[in-house]
């Protein structure tokens, strides 16, 4: 399945905020996951620790980015790169929505502040 119309796109909402996952184990791709987020105004993200890799090229909107204490804030065309191990949060102190283009590896995991692991789907 080398193609994935945006009609089957898959959607997730996790902490208010929605996933919408175009390639993954899923839905054919062996190797790399790809989805777009959308983040509501005034979002303040949940602090992860993730196990692989992530690049986030912000499409809209302005993001404020935080990896491993280093903080920016990130407008569309800018680009966050998010090493594996790194914590990692994502918020949107802005009056608009704002969105970002996501890449990792497959099998992509999170380590929440409580210990407690997440394998989101749109990752797998």
Request: charged share 15%.
């Given at each position: 399945?080398?193609?994935?119309?945006?009609?089957?796109?898959?959607?997730?909402?996790?902490?208010?905020?929605?996933?919408?996952s175009y390639a993954n184990t899923a839905q054919g791709?062996?190797?790399?996951?790809?989805?777009?987020?959308?983040?509501?105004?005034?979002?303040?993200?949940?602090?992860?620790?993730?196990?692989?890799?992530?690049?986030?090229?912000?499409?809209?909107?302005?993001?404020?980015?935080?990896?491993?204490?280093?903080?920016?804030?990130?407008?569309?065309?800018?680009?966050?790169?998010?090493?594996?191990?790194?914590?990692?949060?994502?918020?949107?102190?802005?009056?608009?929505?704002?969105?970002?283009?996501?890449?990792?590896?497959?099998?992509?995991?999170?380590?929440?502040?409580?210990?407690s692991l997440m394998a989101p789907p749109w990752a797998?």
């Amino acid at each position: 399945m080398p193609f994935v119309r945006s009609a089957d796109a898959v959607t997730h909402e996790v902490h208010g905020v929605r996933f919408v996952s175009y390639a993954n184990t899923a839905q054919g791709s062996s190797e790399l996951c790809a989805w777009r987020v959308e983040i509501p105004a005034g979002t303040i993200g949940v602090p992860h620790t993730v196990s692989r890799e992530e690049v986030l090229y912000v499409l809209s909107g302005s993001l404020r980015f935080s990896v491993d204490g280093d903080v920016a804030e990130l407008s569309a065309g800018d680009t966050g790169i998010v090493p594996a191990g790194a914590r990692f949060a994502i918020d949107n102190t802005g009056a608009h929505p704002a969105s970002a283009w996501v890449s990792t590896g497959t099998g992509l995991t999170a380590t929440l502040a409580d210990g407690s692991l997440m394998a989101p789907p749109w990752a797998a």
